[in-house]
């Protein structure tokens, strides 16, 4: 069963939903409480972008996320302003599970190349972030010119082994997946893949389900459950009355 992880994205201190990049709607003023809202909704992770440390190269909405991964008992995923190895010790060193790179390893691979040595692939996933195929970075306003195969290939190089795959056409936009691309990804490139972008409702689930075979097997929600697109404690539930194991590495 794909393990579902719902995403906050913070921007200027507070929880918000970007849409192709661009600041949509504002759902809390406090992301302390509304990750203590998704553990109460049995969420077994949680997935933070620090939306101005993207733009800005460097980690701004920090003393709130260190506020969060202390609130609350379940693994923190923490990707946005992540340049340098010492922004990843940070990010360890109060608590945050795992980071996303994303600019640092197309701008910088050797400094990406020892972010992995030192804490592993089990802690380090790269960000793909992918407008009609091309990766963009800087907090999607500039283009990489690499194709996401590229990436993904060149990820593996290195010894990651999983890619947080981000589809900005469909970013926010609650209008589906696609699975064609996400397919293509697992299959070339052999890497774990949490999937996100365009996810609107319990059809686009069974989707990337049918992809878990290939890899895909993990996905980062924030609209569509913030919206109450569908019950995700529903969701969860049913997996645990029926026994299907969470096969995601968190």
């Known amino acids: 069963m794909l393990l579902i992880i719902p995403a906050m994205e913070i921007k200027n ?10 600041e949509g709607f504002a759902y809390s003023d406090d992301p302390v409480e509304m990750a203590k809202l998704w553990r109460k909704e049995n969420a077994k992770s949680l997935h933070i972008t ?19 991964v202390t609130a609350v008992d379940i693994p923190f995923e ?14 360890f060193d109060i608590g945050v599970y795992r980071v996303v790179i994303s600019t640092m390893f197309i701008d910088d691979p050797d400094e990406a190349g020892r972010v992995i040595e030192e804490f592993g692939p089990s802690k380090v996933v790269v960000g793909i972030d992918a407008m009609d195929g091309i990766v963009a970075t800087h907090g999607w306003v500039e283009s990489s010119g ?71 097997d993990s996905v980062v929600i924030g609209r569509a459950l913030c919206e109450n697109k569908f019950s995700c404690q529903q969701i969860w539930r049913m997996c645990e009355a029926g026994g299907y194991p969470y096969t995601a590495r968190i």
């Open 13 to 22: 201190g507070r929880c918000v939903q970007m849409v192709r990049g661009v």
């Open 50 to 68: 620090d939306v101005d440390g993207a733009l800005q190269g460097r980690l701004v909405n920090f003393p709130v996320i260190e506020e969060m």
């Open 78 to 91: 923490l990707g946005g302003g992540l340049r340098t190895l010492d922004d990843v010790r940070r990010a």
């Open 146 to 216: 690499l194709t996401a195969m590229t990436v993904a290939l060149n990820a593996k190089s290195m010894g990651f082994t999983r890619i947080h795959y981000t589809d900005i056409r469909l970013d926010g936009t609650l209008r589906g997946v696609n699975t064609k691309v996400l397919r293509e990804l697992a299959n070339k490139s052999g890497l774990r893949i949490t999937a996100s972008g365009g996810i609107g409702g319990l059809d686009d689930l069974f989707e990337i389900q049918d992809l878990e075979e290939s890899g895909v």
